[in-house]
């Protein structure tokens, strides 16, 4: 169960990184080649540090690795990170289309002469005959001068 856990807790890391627009531009051009912070913010209409903020996150949840060299900080992207994700949507992709297989086969297959004693709609409206003599839901709602 551990492992399970661990597992979720990376994947809500590595889709709350490319949930914003930013990031995932950061994670293609860092795929392509190794980018500087300050090459980064750059590129980008943002301060410096909303960007160092950015590379913070996408290295948190594993997606660039930062490295120092001399004063820069070298951002490089990670294709395993990426293909990991992409393995965790092909997983959510099984799962959703087996269950909309077995909703498929249930719409396909409906039976079509139910068992009227097992039915609760036909069980419901069997105690509202009035004619049977028994105390119904509309009787014991009437003031007893009314009766």
């Known amino acids: 169960m551990v492992v399970r856990q661990e597992s979720a ?3 809500d890391r590595i889709f709350h990184a490319l949930a914003d627009a930013t990031r ?6 860092t795929l392509a080649g190794e980018y500087s912070v300050s ?7 943002m301060s410096f540090a909303a960007v160092q903020k950015h590379v913070a996150v996408l290295e948190q949840a594993g997606l660039v690795t930062k ?4 004063r820069e900080q070298r951002v490089r992207g990670s294709a395993d990170s990426l ?3 992409h393995r965790l949507l092909d997983q959510l992709a099984d799962v959703w289309r087996g ?5 498929g086969t249930i719409l396909a297959d409906p039976d ?3 068992d009227p004693v097992s039915d609760p709609i036909a069980d419901a409206g069997a105690h509202l005959d009035p004619r ?3 105390e119904h839901c509309h009787d014991r709602d009437r003031r007893p001068e009314e009766s």
């Open 67 to 70: 490295e120092r060299r001399g």
């Open 99 to 103: 269950r909309i297989d077995r909703i």
């Open 39 to 45: 090459d980064l913010a750059r590129r980008f209409p």
């Open 24 to 29: 995932r531009e950061i994670v293609a051009l």
């Open 132 to 134: 049977d003599g028994k």
């Open 83 to 85: 293909r990991e994700a």
């Open 112 to 114: 079509p002469d139910p």
């Open 9 to 11: 807790e990376r994947a």
